[in-house]
């Protein structure tokens, strides 16, 4: 379980780098990493790329912070986690410094990252929407790694992991106190009984307006109100009696396309409402009937055929992945190469007239900022294995044809992942349409039989 959180840097760029890289914290900065610049250097590197941007804005970077649950992680894995979302959520464009805290009780990471980036040097919007986007792809990469996942409130802006914690407890209550109504509800004749049911499990019941309940060692009373529409005292009444199920979990109607099937024989809703068995029924004569239409249209008639067929899909998604994932790599690679040739290019004059410089310390205190970032570009450049530096023009050119293919990548990709959904939803109704047989006489049966 990873929690997120992210603010703007407006004027301590230089505070909050140092804080994030403090040696002690970060097991004598072995912990540290950084992407398209030194964490040396960074706060200088940003300033260059930001002082080339039409609209600077207000802030210099932005401050992602992602805590993870104690025990859940060790450093390295949570320091990988931390680079694979700096990774998705800067897209190879801005540069970052990324650190991993172990001196508290819980292992977090700090990203830093450039509010403008250094491909055309436009400034990274922030707002609630890029905020759940940030949220998403952390989560995405908990459950990757086999970490459990927490869904913040919506509306929330992310909170750090001792405010989780606080709010945990509550939490937890109110999921108890749900999972005791629902059981009773199909055990009791109407509302005063569940009640009385509660208060031999142990919960004070305390009358008045609104109905509360307050669990052994439970600090405060909770409303059952508050627990949701479908635990007012007219909802839990209407439950009782089967002319109401509970809205939170019921499917959502669907509109022509194929949806799972339901377990009616095993479904806690069908038991508590005849409304609701008597949809759930309908509901799957209906998905039962497109599925045999969907596969009649893609000419399936063999299960072998279906499970060949999703076997494929899935290597095809596999793969396009894995090209993606290349060409995000490249695109990368070669927008750090550009920034760094074009720093050098810009820088080389200082540099050079540094060397005829009568007083050479006193120029270099006059152009510290553009040495810095000469020396920074020309050691990365040294690094990559560049002796000739390759025509910027060419790479840009290079670097656009790429994107474009990035593009078509991902198009694909996305209706790969689409048509892997849908047929394992196929695949799942027709499990549970076929008579339970052994799986090899399941496989030689003709789905239209």
């Given amino acids: ?18 804080y994030i890289q403090n040696p002690e914290k970060t097991d004598e900065k ?21 002082s080339q941007a039409l609209d600077k804005g207000n802030n210099l970077a932005h401050h992602l912070i992602q805590s993870f649950e104690p025990g859940e992680v060790d450093f390295q894995a949570a320091h990988e986690i931390g680079r694979q979302l700096a990774d998705a959520v800067t897209k190879g464009q801005h540069e970052y410094v990324l650190t991993t805290h172990i001196d508290k009780g819980h292992v977090h990471n700090h990203i830093i990252f450039c509010a403008v980036n250094f491909v055309d040097h436009h400034k990274y919007v922030s707002n609630k929407r890029s905020y759940y986007g940030i949220r998403n ?6 459950r990757e790694h086999g970490l459990s996942v927490v869904v ?31 059981s009773l509800i199909p ?34 009373f909770t409303r059952l109100k508050t627990l949701g529409p479908d635990y007012t005292e007219e909802a839990i009444k209407e439950r009782i009696t089967g002319t109401r199920s509970r809205s939170a979990k019921a499917p959502r109607q669907d509109h022509g396309g194929v949806s799972l099937l339901i377990d009616i024989e095993n479904s806690i809703k069908a038991q508590q409402s005849a409304g609701y068995e008597h949809w759930a029924k309908i509901h799957n004569l209906k998905q039962a009937a497109r599925t045999m239409n969907f596969l009649t249209e893609h000419k399936i008639e063999q299960y072998t055929e279906l499970t060949a067929k999703i076997a494929e899909i899935t290597t095809a998604s596999e793969q396009a992945a894995e090209e993606l994932k290349g060409v995000e790599r490249r695109l990368a690679d070669m927008a750090v190469l550009i920034k760094n040739i074009t720093t050098y290019q810009k820088t ?24 810095i970032l000469y020396e920074a570009a020309a050691k990365a450049l040294k690094a990559s294995g560049i002796t000739k530096l390759p025509d910027v023009a ?56």
């Fill in 30 to 50: 072995m912990l540290v990493s950084s992407f398209g610049c030194s964490y040396e250097t960074a706060d200088i590197e940003f300033g260059f790329t930001i």
């Fill in 1 to 18: 379980m990873a929690i997120t959180k992210i603010k703007p840097i407006k004027s301590t760029l230089k505070q909050a780098l140092d």
């Fill in 394 to 449: 060419a790479l840009q050119a290079e670097y656009a044809k790429l994107k474009a293919q990035k593009e078509a990548l991902y198009a694909d990709y996305g209706k790969l992942k689409k048509q892997i959904k849908e047929y394992g939803i196929i695949k799942k109704n027709i499990d549970s349409i076929l008579p339970r047989r052994q799986e090899q006489e399941r496989e030689k049966v003709s789905v239209r039989e």
């Fill in 137 to 142: 792809i952390s989560d995405r990469l908990c």
């Fill in 187 to 220: 055990q009791v004749s109407d509302f005063e009984e569940l009640l009385s049911r509660l208060q031999a499990a142990g919960y004070e019941v305390k009358r008045g307006k609104y109905i509360s309940c307050r669990a052994p060692e439970q600090e405060r």
């Fill in 152 to 182: 913040p409130e919506k509306g929330r802006k992310g909170k750090s992991y001792i405010e989780y914690q606080a709010e945990k407890a509550e939490t937890s209550w109110k999921g108890k106190l749900k999972i005791a109504v629902d």
């Fill in 348 to 371: 080389r004059p200082v540099y050079a007239a540094s060397r005829r410089a009568g007083d050479p310390a006193k120029y270099r205190a006059e152009h510290e900022s553009s040495l």
